[in-house]
């Protein structure tokens, strides 16, 4: 598998050049309690970092891909509890602030082969098969963790408009 080492190094890497120069950094699918610290201690340092999550890694953990389930496979994988734990969290106190779907679904044929799944897991492309409508199934996973349905506006539709204004479009 991937270590969450492997994503928290990099935005570490990340955040320090940012820092160094009076750089901005966005950080796209933040999976690991690693990364949330990293990001929340640059944060604090007053470096211009910004992070998401998807919805799959703040609702879902690592068990899901028990038993070679394909349609749990994503990239960054799936990972602990305690990382789940940690991006909701991170979403509630503004260390994350937004969500973004990762909408690559992937076919039913392809994905959902288990004999291709349990022998060639690594072949079996990362992503659900089938679409999942942005409006509710993230707010849905935002109620069922505690996060208001405004903060979840603020974290999907305003971000986005902050994140546009940040490099001079809105």
Do not use: W
Not at 137 to 163: E, K, S, T, W, Y
């Amino acid at each position: 598998g991937q270590p969450s080492e492997s994503e928290s190094t990099q935005v570490a890497r990340d955040c320090l050049l940012a820092e160094a120069v009076g750089g901005r950094v966005h950080v796209c699918h933040v999976s690991s309690k690693e990364t949330c610290d990293i990001i929340r201690f640059f944060k604090e340092r007053g470096v211009a970092v910004t992070g998401e999550a998807a919805p799959h890694h703040f609702s879902l953990t690592d068990e899901a891909v028990e038993g070679y389930n394909t349609d749990a496979k994503m990239n960054p994988p799936l990972r602990s509890a305690e990382d789940r734990a940690a991006l909701v969290e991170a979403l509630r106190d503004g260390t994350l602030g937004c969500f973004a779907t990762d909408h690559a679904p992937h076919s039913a044929e392809r994905n959902g082969d288990a004999e291709l799944a349990q022998h060639a897991a690594q072949q079996i492309d990362s992503g659900s098969a089938g679409a999942h409508p942005l409006g509710a199934q993230p707010m849905q996973l935002l109620d069922r963790l505690l996060i208001d349905r405004l903060d979840g506006h603020r974290m999907n539709v305003g971000a986005a408009r902050r994140l546009d204004q940040c490099r001079g479009i809105g």
